[in-house]
């Protein structure tokens, strides 16, 4: 069992900090170069030049090369306070705080992602990382900008597809790698390039990837362990009922023989069922050990952009494809899983089942579902600077998307769904007018949703919103104040079942106060409210991602959102510190209780509502412990944790919120070559909903190996890079599967990027 020592932590992160310190002053009385720490450039908020009172995380450049992954929610994970949702190496929404699914918006360019992620947890983000150029993580809400479904927080992948300024050459990226895991190859190329006022980009990527290896079973140990219990209980209840036609049989002397033959037939019957029960879950019955079934992936796809760039502004247009066929992991085995495996140490021991390692499905063994969509996306850009008097400037976005996905079962076609979404953002920028620098504008949406076949768990329903939204900011002396509202109408209209209407409005106001040159204040408060999203309202069927019977409630009402924040920041040359304390509590928040009953042989969950609390912090420290000529030394530590809470009940904790996690970091720097290394440590979970299982703590070895070759004005980067070093058994609490999916274990990847 993993404990935890706070101590430990604010130990490191204090020691740290002064030696952080200490080594800045070093530097500057040797009069040697510092290595400034980044500055970091905003995109997401049209405020961010003055700061901004809400925490902001980006991943730009050779960070983000580092860390690429195959989902959105994965390239981001090791960010404070994020995590990913996780459904196999294919599926990974972002987690901000604890909060997930429709409170936390995923963009692309500053639109929405248009597909249907959101409707389940193993349905992917169709935005491919490799293309990207940079993602912005707001933590908190974001509802004044983006709407209901940034009610807990914001993250937009900048992707370039619509260039905005004429290129000064032709440039483009190639980007190639492998892994020895899954035995993954992944390629991706951009293309940019102008002439005279028209500007274009061209992008294409390539990934596949077998289902990969873990470090032991599939089935956690508290997962074996309740299949067990739930096994014995189902022999003691099946001797309860052998005693009772015994006793009837002793009670019965007026039966014949035949009859009682018959009696006798009957129970040699059940005695035969009980031997092939126990050979349903013993010897003729293999779990799946070393390798994940149904944890494949291959996606594709690209886009092709084209715009016209002028003096006061530019306008253009994208189109792009993606497509992609994965495995549901975890589904194999069906809602019933598997028993009749002992317990096994999971640290290292050897396992008597290791020769099972690389044997695929059990015999007779169902294959896991295969899901396969197709994605066409249309984006529309334009901005004018400078429109009028105190008008900095205008900007349209727009978005069109047509998205269609089926899943495949036993390789014959399950359930297909289908959206046609659209999203419109018009925003306006005005200069200082009283001494209020500030953006207003409108955001519209449509989306048409259905989904036809066994897992059609909800039915066809339109969805149309429009918000209207403003925020400012005005300085007061030293004192940076910022405030915005929000009103937004949303309507659900399904093809059976109640129409339902939500009127929301949203207010917001933060404060930026320098203490120092260095050191800075921030606070924010959010009132806010999100309506519920279809899924919630109208569900009703069973759901193989999740392995139960969901079924929603149309009565449901808005959730309100109050958030307080504090931070305090550090920045300098040579170090950069922060720290974030939070609480948010929610009027109505809208969760799934199990119910404890069964609907078609699954569990039954209950889409409800009931006030609840989320509250934690976060600790990040980055500073240049030494910088020399052509050189230096970085060093890391963070510590980031969350509790979310019922405010009334006996099992107040809500499910999949994520344990504790800290880690600390090192990079060097010598010119040409470049070494990373990690070390994460995430602590168990036992604060857990009703028929929630805890997880155990785990640890992370990372490292990065980098070398840049230039020749001809072009940049070769040759990289090797490892993950969970220690072959550790890592299992996602925020994730659905968890108890039947763990990650990848030790995983070596190699590539390179070429930049000309």
Not at 184 to 204: K, P, Q, Y
């Amino acid at each position: 069992m993993y404990h935890f020592s706070f101590r430990r932590v604010c130990a490191v992160t204090l020691t740290s900090f002064f030696l952080a310190l200490s080594a800045s002053s070093i530097a500057e009385e040797e009069g040697v170069s510092p290595s400034t720490i980044e500055e970091i450039v905003v995109r997401v908020h049209p405020l961010h030049a003055e700061g901004l009172a809400q925490p902001v995380e980006i991943l730009q450049s050779d960070e983000l090369n580092r860390v690429r992954s195959p989902s959105i929610g994965e390239t981001i994970s090791a960010l404070p306070g994020i995590r990913s949702s996780s459904f196999g190496q294919a599926v990974g929404r972002p987690i901000i705080r604890g909060l997930g699914g429709p409170r936390v918006k995923v963009m692309e360019d500053r639109i929405d992602s248009l597909d249907v992620s959101v409707s389940s947890p193993d349905h992917t983000i169709t935005i491919e990382p490799l293309i990207a150029e940079s993602i912005e993580v707001l933590k908190g809400p974001s509802t004044l900008l983006y709407g209901t479904s940034g009610i807990g927080g914001v993250v937009d992948v900048h992707t370039g597809r619509i260039p905005n300024e004429i290129p000064e050459s032709l440039s483009g990226t190639i980007d190639a790698r492998g892994d020895n895991n899954a035995n993954t190859e992944s390629f991706a190329v951009r293309l940019d390039g102008g002439s005279g006022n028209f500007a274009f980009h061209l992008d294409g990527f390539y990934r596949d990837a077998n289902d990969y290896k873990i470090p032991g079973f599939a089935e956690s140990l508290a997962q074996r362990a309740r299949e067990e219990a739930e096994e014995d209980h189902h022999d003691e209840d099946h001797d309860d009922h052998e005693d009772e036609d015994h006793h009837d049989e002793d009670h019965d002397d007026h039966e014949d023989e035949d009859h009682h033959d018959e009696d006798h037939d009957d129970h040699e019957d059940e005695d035969h069922h009980d031997e092939d029960h126990e050979g349903e879950h013993g010897d003729d019955e293999q779990e799946a050990f070393g390798e994940l079934p149904g944890s494949e992936l291959k996606t594709e796809g690209g886009s092709f952009g084209l715009s016209y760039i002028g003096d006061r502004g530019y306008v253009g247009v994208s189109v792009s494809a993606y497509d992609a066929r994965y495995g549901l992991p975890g589904h194999s085995h069906g809602h019933h899983g598997h028993h009749g495996h002992e317990d096994q140490d999971h640290e290292g021991e050897e396992h008597e089942g290791e020769d099972h390692e690389e044997e695929g499905h059990a015999e007779g063994e169902e294959s896991p579902p295969i899901l396969d969509l197709s994605q066409t996306r249309l984006d529309f850009d334009a901005r004018l600077d400078s429109p009028a008097e105190n008008i900095s400037s205008v900007n349209l976005r727009v978005g069109v998307n047509d998205y269609e996905h089926t899943e495949f079962e036993e390789g014959e076609a399950g359930t297909t769904f289908k959206t046609e979404s659209v999203e419109a953002r018009t925003q306006l920028v005005h200069e200082s007018v009283w001494g209020i620098t500030g953006a207003a504008g409108i955001q519209i949406s449509a989306r048409e949703y259905s989904a036809l076949g066994e897992e059609a768990f909800v039915e066809p329903v339109d969805t149309d919103s429009v918000g209207l939204f403003y925020v400012g900011q005005r300085k007061f002396g030293e004192l940076s104040v910022e405030s915005g509202l929000r009103y937004e109408d949303v309507e659900h209209n399904p093809t059976n079942g109640r129409k339902r209407s939500f009127d929301l409005t949203a207010i917001s106001l933060g404060i930026i106060y320098p203490l120092s040159n260095d050191w800075t204040l921030t606070g924010q408060f959010d009132h806010s409210g999100r309506a519920p999203i279809a899924e919630e309202l109208y569900s009703n069927g069973a759901h193989l991602a999740t392995q139960s019977y969901e079924r929603g409630d149309q009565t449901l009402e808005e959730e309100i959102a109050t958030n307080l924040s504090v931070g305090l920041s550090y920045r300098s040359s040579f170090l950069d510190f922060s720290l974030s304390v939070y609480e948010t509590s929610f009027d109505d928040f809208i969760y799934q209780s199990y119910t404890g009953l069964e609907e078609d042989e699954l569990p039954l969950l209950q889409w409800t509502q009931s006030d609840a609390t989320f509250n934690g912090f976060e600790i990040e420290a980055n500073w240049v412990v030494r910088s020399w000529s052509g050189g230096s030394l970085d060093l890391s530590a963070s510590y980031d944790r969350v509790r979310a809470q019922l405010d009334q009940g006996v099992q107040r904790d809500l499910p999949r919120i994520p344990p504790q996690r800290w880690q600390l970091g090192a990079i060097l720097n010598l010119g040409e070559f470049m070494a990373e290394l990690s070390y994460l440590e995430v602590g168990d979970q036992d604060n857990v909903a009703p028929n929630e299982l805890a997880t155990e703590s785990y640890e992370d070895v990372r490292f990065y190996l980098g070398y840049d070759i230039e020749y001809a004005g072009s940049q070769i980067e040759i990289f090797l890079s490892g993950r969970n070093l220690t072959d550790d058994e890592q299992r996602y609490h925020t994730s659905f599967i968890k108890d039947l999916a763990p990650q990848p274990g030790r995983t070596v990847e190699a590539g390179f990027r070429f930049e000309w």
